[in-house]
């Protein structure tokens, strides 16, 4: 498996902060600072899942260990295809990966 796969959850494929910083060449960050930039246009559920430590620690943990996510990640956002093309829109220089 690469650390670039996509994560599947809920049947869906998603990509984490992590991933989508490693796809487009871009600074660690990058991707959280135009989530947290647009987060009031996202849906959760349907733009993005957050994965809170408390409910989903074992699985945050294996994502770590494969190098999916950042080691330093607590809680979780997983970004679908419709979340990442709104974030593509605000940064155009992201690639198409999800």
């Known amino acids: 498996m690469s650390n670039t796969d996509p994560i599947v959850h809920n049947g869906i494929e998603t990509l984490s ?3 989508i910083d490693q796809l487009n060449q871009q600074a660690k960050g990058t991707t959280f600072k135009l989530f947290k930039a647009a987060r009031q246009e996202l849906v959760e559920e ?3 899942f957050y994965l ?8 945050i943990e ?5 190098g999916q996510i950042y080691g330093a990640t607590v809680n979780l956002v997983l970004l679908t295809r419709a979340g990442y093309d709104k974030l593509r829109q605000r940064a155009p220089k992201m690639d198409s990966a999800v």
């Open 62 to 66: 294996t994502l770590k260990s494969t």
């Open 52 to 59: 809170p430590a408390l409910s989903y620690s074992k699985r």
């Open 17 to 19: 902060f992590r991933q």
């Open 46 to 48: 349907y733009d993005y």
